[in-house]
T-cell receptor, first 114, second 113 residues
Framework: AQKVTQAQTEISVVEKEDVTLDCVYE???????LFWYKQPPSGELVFLIR??????QNEISGRYSWNFQKSTSSFNFTITASQVVDSAVYFC???????????FGGGTRLMVKP | EPEVTQTPSHQVTQMGQEVILRCVPI?????FYWYRQILGQKVEFLVS????????KSEIFDDQFSVERPDGSNFTLKIRSTKLEDSAMYFC???????????FGSGTRLTVV
């Protein structure tokens, strides 16, 4: 069975602060894939990143960065210098090696105040 | 950039009525999915569809649900007799063979009254 846990249900920061969203996963698969999605107030799911289990290299994309640590089964997401437009619900998701379904975490609602 | 298109964006239906949610996946994608998100909760997998048949389904996807690819472009989710608890946002997604990226549609908000 697969499981994704996002322990932070809601985070509130002031603009320009850095913020890290935690994601912990469980899977028995040796090959798996991790994702982050953003869900703005308009409701759509916006793809942010995909990472496979063999690639533990951290990734940076502009103000976004991701820290993948297999040893702790975590795939955390950091937003540097947060902006009001970053306000959204962020979901971490896992896909196992077999099958195509995504298992989502419960989401973290990020509120960035001006 | 190619998109997954879902219609309608919002549907209100009476309990016990049948509804059909429609999706147009990306044209060269081969795998199609439906997910559900009850308001304020997480996104849950319903079903995946490949080569004109269901490849996986969750416990949520019971006999009230069915999927169909009636032609070369549409992918539909039918709920036979809606219940209040079917009220949710329904997302369609598609992916191509050999890649792991999913493209989600913008969702259909179903409200059962």
């Amino acid at each position: 069975a697969q499981k994704v846990t996002q322990a932070q249900t809601e985070i509130s920061v002031v603009e320009k602060e850095d913020v890290t969203l935690d994601c912990v996963y469980e899977t028995r698969d040796t090959t798996y894939y991790l994702f982050w999605y953003k869900q703005p107030p308009s409701g759509e799911l916006v793809f942010l990143i995909r990472r496979n289990s063999f690639d533990e290299q951290n990734e940076i994309s502009g103000r976004y960065s991701w820290n993948f640590q297999k040893s702790t089964s975590s795939f955390n997401f950091t937003i540097t210098a947060s902006q009001v437009v970053d306000s959204a619900v962020y979901f971490c998701a896992l896909r196992g090696g077999a099958g195509n379904m995504l298992t989502f975490g419960g989401g973290t609602r990020l509120m960035v105040k001006p | 950039e190619p998109e997954v298109t879902q219609t309608p964006s919002h549907q209100v239906t009476q309990m016990g009525q049948e509804v059909i949610l429609r999706c147009v996946p990306i044209s060269n994608h081969l795998y199609f999915y439906w997910y559900r998100q009850i308001l304020g909760q997480k996104v849950e997998f319903l079903v995946s569809f490949y080569n004109n048949e269901i490849s996986e389904k969750s416990e949520i996807f019971d006999d009230q649900f069915s999927v169909e690819r009636p032609d070369g472009s549409n992918f539909t989710l039918k709920i036979r007799s809606t219940k209040l608890e079917d009220s949710a946002m329904y997302f369609c997604a598609s992916s191509s063979a050999g890649t792991l990226g999913y493209t989600f549609g913008s969702g259909t908000r179903l409200t059962v009254v």
